[in-house]
C-alpha cells in the first residue's frame, strides 16, 4: 500500500518468496497467480506496476529519499511517524494532515470516524475479511468490487449521481487511489481547510448511510447531504460559540496535566453552568499516551444541575464518548 508499503492480505507465496516468483516467463506478471494470492485492492497495485528488466541486479532502495539512499535525517522523521498513533508516516504531509484532522472544528465524533476510517479501522467488507473473519470481500450495495473503506464512503457506483451532483466534486473523481488516506492527503494539499471539513462530515454522513442500507433501513436523502453536512458543521460551531460561566470550584490544571501511560487514553471532563443557571456546558477531551488530542467534545444540557451533578453528568457523558470511539482503556481525569 501506497502509505505502508505493506499489503492488506496474507499472500500464500511463503515467507521467503520474492517477486521474481509473481512474474510469468513472458516477463509480465503472472496475472492468475497475483489474484489468487492477494485482494482485489492489493492485485490491482501490483498489476498496475510495469515489471522490471529481470537483466538488473536487485538492490536496496530507501523509499523515504528521492535518491533511495538511506539518510539518518528521513529514517529520524519516519521513527516520529512510528512512535505517535495519529501520524502514519511522520512525514511533513502526513503530519499536516492530522494536525488539520485533530484541530478543525468540526465534531469529535466525526474526527474520530475520518481517523479510523483511514487507519481501515471500520467495518467495511474488505476490513473484516482482512481481520480474518468469514465473509465476502464485495461490496453489500454494488456488488461490482472489494468494498474498501474508499470504496464504502466515495466510490461506489450508487454514489455516482451524488458525485457528479456536488460542484466541488469536479475536482474530486474516484481516481486511481485505492486508500482513504492518501485520497484524503491528495485533496488536502489542493483544497481550502473549509471545504476539507465538510468533505469530512459528508463522508461520515455516506458512513451512516451505508449502514443503514445495508442493515436494511432507511437510508438518508443523498441529495440532501452537502446542504444537511454545511448546516450540521454550522449549528456545531455557533453552539461553541455561545459563552457560559464556569462553576465555581473549577481550577486550571493545565500546569500539572500529565498524558497517560503508554496504550491507555486519558479523558478529562468538566462543566459550566450558565448565567441563569438553566443549562449546563460539558466539555471533553480525550487524550492518548502522546499527548495528542483524539477525541473531543461539547454539549449543551437543558438542565439545573448543582455543581457537583454537572460534574458529575460530565463525566459519565465523557466515558460514553471514550467508549463510542472505541477507547476501553481510559483514565478519568477531573
Ligand atoms: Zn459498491
Redesign the pocket.
Known sequence: MPTSFRVMSRPKLGAHATVKRLVSDTGGWNVELVKENFLDADADNILSLPVGSTRVADSLMWHYEQSGIFTVKSAYWLGCGLSNPSSSSGLNGDESWWKFLWKAEMPAKVRVFIWRACKNWIATTENLKWKSINVSAR?P??S??C?TTL?AVWG???LEDFRNSWHVCRFVRRGNKVQLLDFLQDYYEIWDKENMALFCVILWRIWFHRNQVVHGLKGVNLEEVVNWAALYLSDFREANKRSLLPVARHQSRVGNWQPPCLGRFKLNCDATINKLGRSVRVGIVVHDCYGYVVASNTQRIQATYNPQVAEAVAIYRGIMLAQEAGFWQVEIEI
Open positions: 461490496c450495495i454494488c461490482k468490487g468494498e470504496h461506489c457506483c450508487y
